[in-house]
């Protein structure tokens, strides 16, 4: 009899714990804003739309981050409310212990190779960060990925914000160069392609503002030190001064529509759905 009792509290214990893992183990939703906002289409007039525009920016780090963000997609963005807005994801699901999440592609979105997204793309995207986590990767079908982690990792959109899918963006790459992806999913960009000049010398007092007093730019990053007459000519350009978390100054055009620098992290500003107008915009010192 007492055998009996031993045996049904281990088979109670066994079903208790097998229970309580697939609680932990099953998939609950995590909540996506819709990423409609994320691509808001420019309006330029007839011709405005094949402007290539010219920027100077120092090199560094910062500006292949910028370059990357324009033609390499993030799967996640963070919501301006809150949240999450799916990038290129339609759904994500997480299990409890965090070990455990499943990723659906955002169906019908074009890369620009001209083949569609789909889960083995996203996993070959993922593979070497989910390397560095010990984490792996299981095909469901071909719009859904599995992923599994031996420790629990519950900060993983953070990480899904981060990691690109090459060849998923608005403009294609060729070094400093962006052109415009004439199939991107949701519309045209507004512009025909943007160059990035990182010539120091460019940047030095004289240089810098004798191209702004040209218009040369379509923005540039104020280099720090700049003569007193330099600096008058610079105030008498038509550009806009836009101060960034990290210290820097952007003089941007007036006549650039619609680019709103990100002051928390430059890097994350979106070329899509900006453009270069004809003419000259009034003065607005709130920017726009």
């Not at 083949?115 to 593979?127: C, G, H, I, V």
């Not at 560095?132 to 990925?145: E, K, V």
């Not at 030095?204 to 702004?212: F, N, T």
Request: net charge positive; charged share 25%.
């Amino acid at each position: 009899m007492k055998l009996r009792l031993v045996l049904l509290a281990l088979a109670l214990a066994a079903l208790a714990a097998g229970g309580y893992w697939l609680y932990q183990d099953a998939l609950v939703p995590v909540p996506l804003a819709p990423g409609d906002a994320l691509f808001v289409p420019g309006q330029p007039e007839f011709g405005e739309d094949e402007a290539v525009v010219e920027a100077l920016l120092p090199a560094g780090a910062g500006v292949e981050a910028f370059l990357a963000a324009q033609s390499d997609l993030a799967l996640l963005v963070r919501a301006p409310e809150g949240g999450w807005t799916g990038q290129l994801l339609s759904t994500l699901e997480g299990s409890r212990h965090g070990r455990r999440w499943r990723l659906v592609a955002r169906p019908g979105w074009r890369m620009q190779d001209g083949t569609m997204l789909d889960a083995p793309r996203m996993a070959k995207a993922l593979e070497p960060e989910l390397g560095n986590l010990g984490g792996t990767s299981r095909l469901i079908d071909g719009a859904t990925l599995d992923l599994r982690f031996r420790t629990p990792q519950k900060g993983l959109p953070d990480l899904l914000a981060r990691w690109r899918v090459p060849g998923s963006g608005p403009f294609v790459r060729q070094g400093m160069t962006l052109t415009r992806f004439e199939r991107f999913t949701p519309g045209r960009p507004g512009l025909a392609g943007v160059r990035i000049s990182t010539d120091p010398a460019l940047l030095e007092s004289r240089a810098w503002a004798e191209g702004l007093a040209a218009r040369r730019w379509a923005w540039a990053v104020f280099p720090g030190q700049v003569a007193p007459e330099d600096m008058a000519k610079a105030r008498l350009a038509p550009y806009d001064e836009f101060r960034m978390k990290d210290g820097t100054v952007w003089f941007l055009s007036r006549r650039m529509r619609r680019l709103r620098p990100d002051a928390s992290d430059w890097t994350s500003t979106r070329l899509f759905g900006a453009w270069r107008s004809s003419t000259e915009l009034p003065y607005d010192p709130l920017g726009f």
